[in-house]
């Protein structure tokens, strides 16, 4: 079988990099900008978040599932949800409500966020579907796997920065008239890059793979079960979470630390982008460490890293 080349790999990750910029600002631009620019309260703002975050965490299985069970062409998936997560995209930073109006607000703010993260989960989750079935055509189906994560990731951190940094520009400007134009060439410019990303996927990476043996696919309790019995995925749940939950509070908090305990809101954009960009150069450190490691060695050092910048972090103060 002939090897994937790198254009193909090249041509499955590019679409990590839009996935990327729009889950970045949902998680941490848009509770300050509707609570700081919008005139949104600030707890009215986290239950939406929460709640809408709510629905996404129990539509992923069913996402999931039907993904399994596609049966036609894949490319009408993907133009569809690229479509509904550049209209959502655009809704959440220009919404055609009067900012005094806070339920209708609300309203609009909790509609934007479910069609987001359904867009989203519908992208992502066939979008690691793809990669994981990828065959490398090599010695080992692992440089399958490894080639497509390698693009995937370069190109999402590339994204990552992009969205910390523009949208922090852009409300950082002086002139708000401009606030709403400038919002819209940042939305029109993702749209662009996501229909793009989504057309190079269809036609140069690697061929979809439809999962084996999705006609007779098993159940949901058959499944419950399945992941009981693995010692292995229970085991690693808690971390999971604790993990998940460690990663989520500092990141949604970030811009408000920023503008209300440091008053630098003219940075947060520099702030942000060294954030993901110190994390890419601590990553071939932390790969290094997991082959000499026990892997809860590795869990504990990298929360205790963490866990420190935090205490330092409340030293921090003004400037």
């Known amino acids: 079988m002939k090897a994937i080349s790198p254009l193909a790999y ?129 010695s080992t189906s692992d440089q399958g796997l490894l080639g497509a994560a390698a693009w995937r990731e370069g190109a999402g951190l590339l994204g990552v920065i992009l969205a910390s940094v523009i949208p922090s520009w852009i409300m950082s400007r002086p002139a708000a008239a401009a606030l709403n134009s400038n919002l819209s060439y940042y939305s029109i410019a993702f749209a662009a890059i996501l229909l793009l990303a989504v057309s190079v996927l269809l036609k140069f990476a690697p061929a979809w793979q439809r999962a084996k043996g999705t006609a007779t696919a098993p159940s949901w309790r058959a499944t419950w079960a399945l992941m009981k019995a693995h010692q292995g995925f229970r085991q690693l749940l808690p971390p999971y979470f604790l993990n998940a939950i460690s990663v989520a509070i500092p990141s949604t908090l970030a811009l408000f630390f920023i503008n209300d305990r440091l008053q630098a809101p003219s940075y947060a954009g520099a702030f942000l982008a060294s954030y993901f960009i110190a994390a890419a150069i601590g990553l071939p450190l932390w790969v290094m460490a997991a082959k000499k490691n026990r892997r809860f060695m590795r869990l504990a050092l990298g929360h205790g890293v963490g866990d420190c910048g935090i205490l330092l972090r409340g030293h921090l103060g003004r400037g």
Request: proline letters at 5%; zero cysteines; a neutral charge.
């Open 10 to 138: 090249a041509s499955y990750g590019l679409l990590g990099l839009p996935l990327a910029m729009a889950a970045l600002p949902v998680y941490v631009q848009i509770p300050a900008f509707y609570s700081g620019q919008l005139g949104l309260a600030l707890g009215l703002t986290g239950w939406v978040l929460f709640l809408a975050r709510l629905v996404d965490t129990f539509q992923d299985p069913l996402l999931g599932r039907w993904i399994d069970r596609l049966n036609g062409n894949i490319s009408t998936w993907f133009w569809g949800s690229a479509a509904l997560l550049a209209l959502a995209f655009l809704g959440l930073w220009l919404p055609p409500v009067p900012t005094g109006n806070t339920m209708y607000l609300a309203l609009w703010l909790a509609a934007m966020l479910i069609a987001a993260y359904t867009a989203h989960s519908m992208l992502n989750i066939a979008y690691l579907t793809w990669g994981a079935r990828i065959d490398a055509g090599a």
